[in-house]
């Protein structure tokens, strides 16, 4: 079986309901489409919709040859039961009951409890990269003392293939690089085409210390998704004025090239040998056609030279 294309892959935040209820048909297609589309690497977590994304994807990977595809989850956020639900959804962005709670753990056995449950869920026997997921939101140097010890010993049981810490910090992302126990980097919002502060620390110290990144989040949480504007989003916020200036320069540029912004968003990062793979969501099958195309869009050497000319 020849190796699948990993440029793209599906972000799983969509299939665990976040901001918008899917039921489970639609998040069937999604996946449908992902796989009718050439897709084959996909990305979730516990923490998307208390363990939905990674039920929804495991029952649509069952029986699929497992040399086909590649799975990404994380670790640091395990999810309890709660002892008496009262029908109260969750309270972190997903359209979900709150029937689970997620206490953070970024210890071996909470590693290690975290992903035998993740494995359960998905129907596998190992996943392919295994991400801390946010470790500065809880400690970030005893998660990393703590949690890239514990995958590294689960690595060596073949439970994962690749290890490495998924974050929108910058600063976090660049201690977990210095640590040499990373693998794999998933940066979320940190390398676009708007916010590119991954180029001065990140992406060089990943280059020299074979540290492969995975781009997440490149549109910037709708902002660099269509037209932007002072309604757009952020990182899911309120865009800031200087911030909105600089998209608005590069939508230009786009505009005179005649390329979607969005396809020079999403083809950005690729243009670095660190990069291996992007990955953005979904919450319909027209989405995921569209990001497919957006990928295989012609975009002019002369755009690319605009862009980091500005």
Known sequence: MPDPDLRLGLGGAGLGNHRVALDDA???AVLDEAWLRGIRLFDTAPHYGLGLSERRLGEFLAGR????????????????????????LDDEG?????????????????????????????????????????????????????????LRGLQAEGLVRRVGVGSMDLDALVAAAGTGLVDELMVAGRYTLVDRRAEERLLPLCAEAGVAIVAAAVFNGGLLAGSPSPASTYDYAQVPADVLARAQRLDDICRRAGVPLPAAALQFPLRRPVVRSVVV??????????????????????????????
């Not at 040859?65 to 109260?88: H, I, M, Q």
């Not at 990928?295 to 050497?301: C, F, I, K, R, Y």
Request: no cysteine; proline share 7%; aromatic share 6%.
């Open 94 to 150: 997903f359209v979900v009951p709150a029937d689970v709670r997620r206490v953070w753990d970024f210890s071996a056995a909470g590693i290690r409890q975290t992903l035998e449950a993740s494995l359960e869920r998905l129907g596998l026997d190992h996943v392919d990269t295994v991400y801390l997921h946010d470790p500065e939101r809880w400690n970030l140097q005893e998660a990393l003392d703590q949690g890239l010890p514990a």
């Open 281 to 310: 969501g979904a919450v319909d099958p027209a989405q995921v056609s569209a990001n497919v195309r957006l990928l295989a869009a012609e975009v002019p050497d002369e755009l690319w030279d605009e862009v980091a000319a500005g």
């Open 65 to 88: 040859p497992r040399a086909g595809f590649e799975v990404s989850t994380k670790v640091g956020r395990r999810l309890v039961p709660v002892a008496d639900p009262d029908g109260a």
């Open 26 to 28: 639609t998040a069937r």
